[in-house]
């Protein structure tokens, strides 16, 4: 079949703040640029603008592609519904929702894509121009990252990210082998970390002309102790860019390594999102390792890591089985006075594919909720040991006092003033765009029924 052009989609939820989206579409970014350059290819993102009326102007020779995490995998669905409506004969879909749960994505979807789509995306075009589609396409290799979908120019003048976007994303590890029972990143990226060799880091940092970014990786913080030389490497590199800051996630352990905090620094890491994830001890089984429950060693990481001028934004999950109402006061107490940049509160999420999931069915304790509620700012089981409005309730009280305008405030002023005068400008940004977004995170737990549809979209 002649192909007209093809069209990635990315499902949305906030919408434009302040004339510009949050952060790039950047899986997508990436699989237009493995489109061949004779074929036309554009990226509608749904936190720009609305999708539903552009569909409108499909037809058979065009290949629509979308990408979903779970809480957006309802809108996908009515992209499908109108793309087809107007004459689209192929919606291919892929993402960590179709990879976890393909039957749920097969049922209204032409295509679906599991696993990792750098093999099988290219794969999918050449069948469609052939009229050789099959129904299912999966990676069952976890491909290394050397040369995997560079971003062309082309998308990158396409996506204008400086002028339409507030954060950049970038990719440099992937894979996590930690085996959290209610994490998706072992499920979707694979249990061994890969490396992107770094000069193709810093070839895509210079293309894009980014000063400031946020990586998407599942876990860089644990490459601290499992890949050193290669961390240093990073940050040396990253050194020698005039970057204004960035930001990853990462685990407590990476206070254990002073020198590469230090190059941390000099690579202008602005600050980490640590995942404590609970001041609850009764809960590590649950974290495969990755917190320790102490909240004098929490206190202990927070300083060593402030001690490099890096900023740390605490992660925090309640819901665990051993969780009770006074969890969650005990960690307000804490990150009230442990001097955290920012704090994010969420709620256990059972997402597909994770054995906390499957231990919920087995318990008879899921509810029956629509995707668009995995958002983790919604309770989608009944609790071990609160009710479901204990939990609801102080999952509330905590966000109130958190992101309240006063205190974001504080927080705000409290780390400028850790820094230099001269270098206050460039921190003004990340000192409250964080509390920022997770206010609208929480903002979206009060918008409920047919308001929460009409937020998406009615098609």
Known sequence: MDIRR???IHPGREGPIWGRASGTPYTLMRLASLVPEEIPVEIWDENLAPVDQRLRQLGPHDLVGITSKTLAIESAERFSRIAHECGVQTVVVGGAHATL?????????????TGEAYR???EVIQDFIDDDLK????????????????ITDRVIEMVDENHRYWTPMLEITRGCPRNCSFCTAIRVSGNKMRLRPVEEIVDEIERRRIKRFFLTDDNFGLAFRTHPEYVEDVFRALAKLSLHGWTTQAEILISEHPDLLALAREANLDKVFLGFETVNPANRRELSGKGEGSVSQYLKVIKKIHGYDIGVVGLFVVGFDHDTPQTVTDTWEFARSSGLDSMSMTILTPYPGTPFRQQLIEENRLMDKQWRYYDTAHL?????????????????WFCRRAYSPLNIARRGVRVLTRHSPSRIPRKLFGSFSTDYGYRKTFEWRHVEGSRLLDAWGSG
């Open 6 to 8: 093809v069209v990635l």
């Open 101 to 113: 749960a393909p039957e749920d994505v097969a049922q209204w979807a032409d295509v679906v894509v």
């Open 120 to 122: 099988t995306w290219p």
């Open 135 to 150: 129904p299912h396409y999966h990676d069952s290799e976890w491909c290394d990252l050397a040369g995997v979908a560079p």
């Open 380 to 396: 989608t089981f009944h609790p071990k040991n609160m009710t479901v409005q204990q939990l609801q309730e102080s999952y509330d």
